[in-house]
């Protein structure tokens, strides 16, 4: 199965959950001499904890189907959480863009009383209003982005098109870069020059990576973004930007195809669809960049086309010369069978890093040539900018950790398109 391990392919909506659940937090009397609030002791510790370990908790229950942390549901509240909620009030605030069919564009412009905002069917107060772009709104983006060698054919542009992002941080908004090692290349920081030198180290690694692309956003979905407040201690929009091909979904406990890869894989206690629930449960909107050709909602004759051309420029990237990839293609013709089971597990691969986009109220953009990099990113950048921010107080106060479905319109207008989340779950306890 080498074919899936050391030559990956060599090619290169959305409600934005600021704070799905958010617990507006007490202020504290303790601050640091730039302002910004002084973690606690549980915050550190985490803090000194080495990225992923939560994961290396999680036990396979077989019988459920799926991971569970220390005896009880891997997706329960944290217990920090469940104490701030018990005491505050609840704000559920989105991100949300606003589209004119008719020309593709955002629409500008709109204020608080253009929205109309339901809950379960119930119309809802609007109680926060401010745009995305607003500098009183921190930011925290964490760049997952797969460095295998698969994706070196992109990987260089990915990393200045991400370098524009950079540039492009506002005072309060910070940081973050993860590859598919599970490892915090930059942790998060507004220090734009570290952020650029963390990024040049990656074009500069020679290594081959683990491929561990889902991995590294489970992790990130458990710890990196449990902490909800940015910088300065105000609430922060938390974005995630995921490139990878997605190969590593077949290889997780839950998919029929994993018993072909553990051997190749580390045995992981935790399936795709714990990751799934992750997703939707968190507070962050995540954008997926798939390098490559795509191959979902390809008709079937197409998609086998597409998969062998594919291939063959994977198993092409391994020669130096074309004589020499001639020789090898003539002694080793690809089978039908064998494109087939290319092509079904990177579709597959593709599917699932599109749909934690899909739950999140992100979208999927395909990298098919190294010089669109710089187009896809900054088409995130401007999503982002782009969006309303639009909190409310529930009138369904219960804490019982129901699945809440939400419709936003706009009022009098409703030809425009509402992209982003349309459903939260309440919190538990």
Known sequence: MNLFRDHRLALCSGLFALALGIPIQPPTSGHSRAGQQEPDK??????????????????????????????????????HDEAAIKLTALLVAFDIAIVDPATSDFVTGLGKDDFVISEDGVEQQISTFSLGDGTDLPRRILLIIDTSGSQRACLDSSIEAAKTLVAQLAPKDEMAVATDDVVLAANFSADKPALLRALDRLKARKHESRSLQFTTLFAALREVFQNQSGPAGYEARQLIIFQTDGDEAPTFRDQPEAGDFLWNMPRRQYGLADIYRAAERSRTTIYTVIPGDRLIGIPPDELLDRGRAMLVDMERARFTSDGDYANYARTHPLSDAKVKLFTERFARGQIAAARVAELTGGWTAFLQAPDEAQAIYSKIQRDFNHRYVIGYYPKNSLHDGSLRHVRIQVRGRPNLIVQGRSSYYAPAG
């Open 42 to 79: 549980a915050s550190n510790k985490h803090k000194q904890e080495k990225f992923g370990s939560s994961l290396n908790r999680l036990r396979w229950d077989a019988a459920k189907g799926a991971a569970v942390d220390g005896g009880k549901d891997s997706h329960s509240p944290n217990p």
